[in-house]
């Protein structure tokens, strides 16, 4: 278990090294998050009614803008290589890489939302089922993006290209996490649409790091 | 410079693979020039059938078949959309077959197939979202709604979208085919939300009426230019496939006459 | 006649479907043959290349590299190295050279 462990914590200390990385994310969600009102205008009413969408699009943006740090930069100087050659398991060490990027890019997501809840007047019942879902949503997020980065090893533009690929996947979760909050609001039973989210979350865990280690290994043949 | 050589690893890994499936029936097709002259045998034939039947189909579809009681004349863009969905969604299975072989057993006329069909896969997506829309406009209102089965064949889109770019972003024109696999495999979770969308949430879409367990609840009149569009709708994505087929083959050997040093 | 072309009304909307089904059935006829014809046009030319100068560049540019610069950088580089630096060094400069692709 340990090497998984130290590989958790090396990604964290990195992160935490280049603090500036996670400030820029959650710089970005609050920023662009300020853009709404700007942009809808200040009536609490409809700001009220997107708040949900304005939160779960600019949290889906922010991961992806992130995902570039999950193994961009362990590839191009060669930990990668390193870590695919090694006798520890590949797929743990996949799998112990996005728990670090979920830690250091989900977490902080999830502890700001609150306040952009306020900020964007989303209705009170809909607090708790907003960082419910943000807590099962975001890992689904780190998950299916690091397929993305995966696959994006070594293009041009690999950014952008990240985006194309993992936005088709992304609109699901979007859809459920959506409903969630909507039943939330109308005083419809949650639990349904939690429960497929955390099934989504069941699915991705074992499957996603399996693709993202194949592609990581056909980038390095 | 000191560089790394993985390549003994691997290639013990192909080694054995091939060893594995010398023999088996598959491996029959895997040599590319006798696929093609099977292929351009072959290739009269369909194109001929796929002419006739679109004519055929066309004809009995303008001319030769019923309006419906409730949507009156606009159910002739049925003949065209529901024929076009099938095949956008059939092309995608066929994509991620070739991918999942392409990958599990190294077949070299996979990625080959693969490449050459995402295109006519993406035109049929768009031309399924096209008609449905223009067939939605008359029918419920309005030009597009976002629910279950539209998005999920629009997500559908983005994704044939997401691999032809895949394929082509890397400098190495090679490389972009096993990461495009991967990603066709991936996306054929979209595949049973396509198809049962319609059950599952409580859409503006019509309910399954094709393929269903008790057989289909079309009528005959209209059942049959359906399944002759159907059919030309297949018959043209292999004259195509077959024609894409030609020139990937061209390209690779320019591209193997490049590596070879045959060139300079 | 113009009762068929209205088609109870929904001629607006049949008419186009039909007409952009058989714009892109089109379109993607005339893409893939024209990408095909442009890949044959291309891979008879190179051939024909191919032909005519191989005889020529497999003669003449080849052995001349294979035995201008190879034997003067092999010669001269080693000779170099082994006398200034260390022999371990030499020794290592070698098996850096048989990795080098």
């Known amino acids: 278990m340990s090497p998984y462990f130290a590989v958790i914590k090396r990604d964290l200390l990195l992160s935490y090294r280049q603090g500036a990385d996670l400030v820029m994310v959650l710089a970005f969600f609050l920023i662009a998050s300020a853009l709404f009102p700007l942009a809808v205008g200040p009536d609490p009413v409809i700001l009220g009614r997107i708040a949900s969408g304005i939160i779960w699009v600019l949290a889906l943006l922010s991961v992806m803008l992130s995902l570039d740090r999950i193994f961009h930069n362990d590839y191009d100087d060669g930990a990668l290589e390193q870590m695919e050659i090694s006798p520890q398991s590949f797929y743990l060490i996949i799998l112990a890489k996005i728990i670090a990027h979920w830690i250091t890019t989900g977490i902080p997501l999830i502890i700001l939302s609150p306040i952009i809840a306020i900020m964007l007047n989303l209705d009170n019942d809909a607090f708790i089922t907003m960082i419910l879902s943000l807590a099962i949503g975001t890992p689904i997020l780190s998950l299916i993006g690091a397929i993305g980065a995966a696959l994006s090893l070594g293009a041009r533009r690999a950014g952008l290209l990240v985006a194309m690929l993992v936005l088709p996947l992304y609109i699901q979760i979007l859809i459920f996490a959506i409903s969630a909050i909507d039943a939330s609001i109308n005083n419809f039973p949650v639990r349904p649409h939690l429960l497929f989210l955390a099934a989504i979350l069941a699915a991705a865990l074992p499957l996603a790091p399996l693709a993202a280690a194949a592609s990581i290994r056909q980038a390095f043949e | 410079m000191v560089i790394i050589d993985h390549r003994p690893i691997v290639k013990l890994r192909n080694y054995e693979v091939k060893k594995l499936g010398v023999n088996s029936d598959m491996h029959k097709f895997a040599n590319p020039t006798r696929f093609m002259k099977i292929a351009n045998a072959i290739f009269p034939y369909i194109s001929i059938a796929c002419i006739v039947s679109l004519v055929v189909g066309i004809y009995y579809a303008i001319f030769n078949s019923p309006p419906d009681y409730q949507q009156g004349d606009s159910v002739r863009i049925m003949y065209i959309h529901v024929p076009a969905a099938y095949i956008a969604v059939m092309i995608y299975m066929v994509i991620a077959s070739a991918s999942a072989s392409s990958l599990i057993w190294k077949h070299p006329l996979s990625d080959i197939v693969a490449r050459s069909s995402a295109p006519i896969g993406a035109a049929f997506t768009f031309l399924c979202l096209i008609t449905g829309a223009l067939w939605g406009k008359p029918m419920w209102g309005t030009w597009w709604v976002w629910d279950a089965r539209l998005t999920s064949m629009l997500i559908l889109f983005f994704l044939y979208m997401g691999y032809m770019v895949l394929l082509n972003a890397f400098d190495d024109p090679q490389r972009g085919v096993k990461p495009a696999a991967i990603l066709a495999l991936v996306g054929v979770v979209n595949i049973p939300i396509i198809k049962f969308s319609v059950d599952w949430w409580n859409t503006l879409h019509q309910p399954a009426s094709l393929f269903k367990m008790d057989g289909p609840s079309v009528s005959p009149q209209m059942l049959l230019p359906l399944l002759i569009m159907i059919v030309a709708f297949t018959l043209f994505y292999m004259t195509l496939l077959i024609i894409r087929m030609r020139g990937e083959f061209a390209a690779a050997k320019i591209r193997s006459l490049y590596i070879s040093g045959a060139l300079k | ?101």
């Open chain 3, 1 to 101: 006649m113009n009762e068929f072309i209205q088609m109870g009304g929904y001629g607006l909307y049949i008419w186009p479907s039909y007409l952009i089904a058989a714009i892109i059935m089109a379109g993607l006829l005339i893409d893939s043959i024209t990408t095909w014809r442009r890949q044959e046009k291309t891979l008879q030319n190179l051939k024909l290349i191919a032909k005519s100068d191989n005889v020529d560049i497999a003669k003449s540019d080849n052995v001349d590299i294979a035995k201008s610069d190879n034997v003067d950088i092999a010669k001269s580089d080693n000779v170099d190295i082994a006398k200034s630096d260390n022999v371990e060094n030499n020794e290592a400069n070698d098996k850096i050279q048989q990795k080098v692709i």
